[in-house]
């Protein structure tokens, strides 16, 4: 029931935010490369800052290992799943200029986890290589929107030399009623994202602790899965209308997101260096490295998205969630 109100709060969210900003004169392309994109990780932030929250008024590590597995395992979740999906039913080509800097920025922000996370603690100095890879990520994406404003309106000026008049680049109408309407789907939507989260926290806890499992397993799996719903709908709506490009991008943005801005904020709740448990340094996160590794080196490589590669992500989440709840401790005590 939680994860059914963040996914319509995210959705009540993301379009009023979209609408209010159009109204407001920012081109709609901008807004799709930071309004939406940063939306669309709320699921996860607020999930993960909540965890950082309780982890710092009761002390309680196991909170931590949650908020960290969230953020990590929707990664996963994103790459070995949602993507390997996309690419099982809608492999092709891709211009390599589109999606290079995208796939430095998405290896590098695993990288930078991985190997901070395997030496047991994610301090200051991997928060701030996140933060200048998510402004590098932001910075790119708006760079990317002004091409494509700028291409549109040289097509409608060429196309419009004739008559004179000047083309309208889908600026929506606003009036009172619906300013009123979409503020408050913009509270509301607000409001339930961030009760939908503690809530999927707290039952998540409280699931965790009843079938003794640990809360570390919980996150990786049914929080990551959950909270990556907007990116599997998304994803589905790209199937069926053969959008490769819309899927990947979006899959990407979100990780890139969910790793570079989620880990810091987290951080900065915590007060301090956030310790990373040997389970999530040798299991969790060279898995989301690994996983993105297979996604964007060949790709990049061939230029294009391969089958095969949908299939191998595939495996590999399966052979992830088999270690992870499995055989998680074993590891850990190597």
């Known amino acids: 029931m939680s994860i059914a109100v963040i996914v319509k709060g995210g959705d009540w969210f993301v379009s009023a935010a979209s609408w209010m900003a159009e109204v407001s004169g920012i081109p709609k392309l901008i807004v799709g490369a930071t309004i939406v994109s940063l939306a669309t990780t709320l ?174 397993v919980i996150a990786v799996t049914v929080l990551a899965v959950g909270t990556s719903l907007p990116e599997l709908v998304t994803t589905v709506t790209a199937v069926v209308k053969r959008e490769m490009s819309l899927s990947a991008g979006n899959i990407i943005g979100a990780n890139i997101m969910d790793m570079t801005l989620i880990m810091p904020i987290c951080g900065l709740i915590s007060g301090k260096a956030l310790p990373v448990t040997a389970q999530v340094g040798r299991i969790d996160l060279p898995a989301s490295l690994l996983a993105a590794l297979l996604a964007m080196i060949p790709a990049l490589v061939k230029k294009r998205f391969m089958k095969w590669q949908g299939f191998a992500l595939l495996g590999l989440y399966i052979a992830y969630l088999i270690l992870t709840c499995f055989f998680g401790e074993q590891i850990a005590s190597l």
């Not at 503020?183 to 994202?193: E, R």
């Open 43 to 216: 699921p996860e932030m607020l999930v993960s800052a909540f965890s950082a929250v309780s982890a710092r008024a009761t002390g309680d590590a196991a909170y931590i290992d949650m908020s960290i597995g969230n953020a990590v395992g929707s990664v996963t979740a994103n790459t070995g799943l949602i993507l390997a999906i996309a690419l099982i039913f809608m492999a092709g080509a891709i211009e390599r200029k589109e999606y290079l800097l995208k796939s430095c920025l998405f290896i590098g922000a695993a990288g930078v986890i991985a190997a901070f996370g395997l030496a047991g603690s994610l301090g200051l100095a991997p928060n701030l290589i996140l933060l200048a890879i998510f402004a590098a990520a932001m910075a790119e994406n708006v760079h990317g929107a002004v091409r494509q404003v700028r291409a549109a309106k040289a097509g409608a000026n060429a196309i419009d030399a004739g008559s004179g008049e000047t083309v309208d680049l889908e600026k929506p109408k606003a009036n009172g009623k619906l300013w009123t309407k979409n503020v408050l789907l913009f509270l509301l939507g607000a409001a339930a994202i961030g009760i939908g989260a503690n809530v999927l926290v707290n039952s998540a806890e409280y699931v965790a602790k009843a079938a003794h499992v640990p809360e570390r």
